[in-house]
């Protein structure tokens, strides 16, 4: 009985070290990610950024057309039709 005791508290004590291991692993990973994921995120926003400067001066420098308006049918004709 002595043995299995001693057996089982080596086999907890291990069990705890390789899960604290794991867990260390797991974080480093985590924070990896995140460390990525704000890199790309940033990196995005400076090409959007760019974009929207780079519409905005176009459009600045070319305007568009003013659009049309459609001409507004007279009462009358209006009438007449019905």
């Not at 790309?40 to 950024?49: E, I, M």
């Amino acid at each position: 009985m002595a043995d299995d005791s001693k057996k089982n508290a080596a086999n907890n004590q291990f069990r705890k070290l390789r899960q604290a291991e794991e867990g260390k692993r797991a974080m480093t990973e985590y924070e990896n990610s995140a460390i990525a994921s704000r890199a790309k995120t940033a990196r995005l926003r400076a090409l959007r950024l760019a974009r929207d400067e780079k519409e905005a001066a176009e459009l600045l420098a070319n305007p568009p057309p003013p659009k049309k308006k459609k001409a507004a049918k007279k009462k009358a004709e209006v009438a007449a039709e019905s």
